[in-house]
């Protein structure tokens, strides 16, 4: 079965430095991966999409890397700020899967000032 | 305008109980999942329906009904409720099932169900 693996550790990060997070995945080859927002209390925000044959996508201050080589998906925030702190989850959707998401178990980033 | 909506927010019940989630989305979407979060924030699907049709259906017990009514709505009805139950879950909708490019889902709030 298909396995998603986020650091379950917290990430720490001090105010406008880079926070990367990673997702890695086992077996089958995804047909395209999300990465999600949630807060506290919440349901989880759609942020971006990528797709296997796309290495690479932006949207303002995020940026996502799809390595499908080493089964790596790279999420980087620059330039980051308080506000940014929450779980980062990524999803996957398996080739032949419809739209059918796996998520991982997410990474929680709190930016310290 | 909330595009997902799902009552209750909470919902503290008695082992045995029956409850019902309701979800409502305005987008006009095809498409409409029920997920399950646990303690651990493992967030994963448990049904989903396409155009009122049931297309996934994981490992759920039966006790979990869903219906889907109209395209609209998609309620989640749990019978005989356990301990094990307590959760939050989600609703949310796709533009549809899927055609390989990829759909944006849009989560609702969740409900927290606590069962004692």
């Known amino acids: 079965s298909q396995k998603i693996e986020q650091n379950s550790e917290a990430l720490n990060i001090q105010e406008g430095k880079t926070a990367t997070l990673t997702c890695n995945y086992t077996n089958y080859s995804p047909a395209y991966l999300q990465w999600y927002r949630q807060d506290p209390g919440r349901g989880p925000v759609f942020l971006l999409l990528i797709r296997e044959n796309e290495k690479e996508k932006r949207k303002e201050r995020l940026k996502v890397t799809f390595d499908t080589t080493l089964k790596q998906s790279l999420f980087h925030i620059t330039a980051s700020q308080p506000a940014d702190s929450a779980t980062y989850l990524c999803?996957?959707?398996?080739?032949?899967?419809?739209?059918?998401?796996?998520f991982g178990t997410g990474t929680q980033l709190k930016v310290e000032l | 305008d909330t595009a997902v909506s799902q009552t209750p927010k909470y919902l503290v019940t008695q082992m045995g109980n029956d409850k019902s989630i309701k979800c409502e989305q305005n987008l006009g979407h095809d498409t409409m999942y029920w997920y399950k979060q646990d303690s651990k924030k493992f967030l994963k699907i448990m049904f989903s329906y396409n155009n009122k049709e049931l297309i996934i259906n994981e490992t759920v017990p039966n006790r979990f009904s869903p219906k889907s009514p109209d395209k609209a709505h998609l309620n989640l009805h749990i019978n005989s409720l356990e301990l094990g139950d307590s959760a939050v879950y989600f609703c949310?909708?796709?533009?549809?099932w899927g055609t390989g490019y990829g759909n944006t889902i849009y989560f609702g709030e969740g409900s927290w169900l606590t069962v004692v």
């Open positions: 949310a909708s796709s533009q549809d």
């Open positions: 999803a996957l959707v398996f080739t032949g899967g419809g739209n059918k998401l796996t």
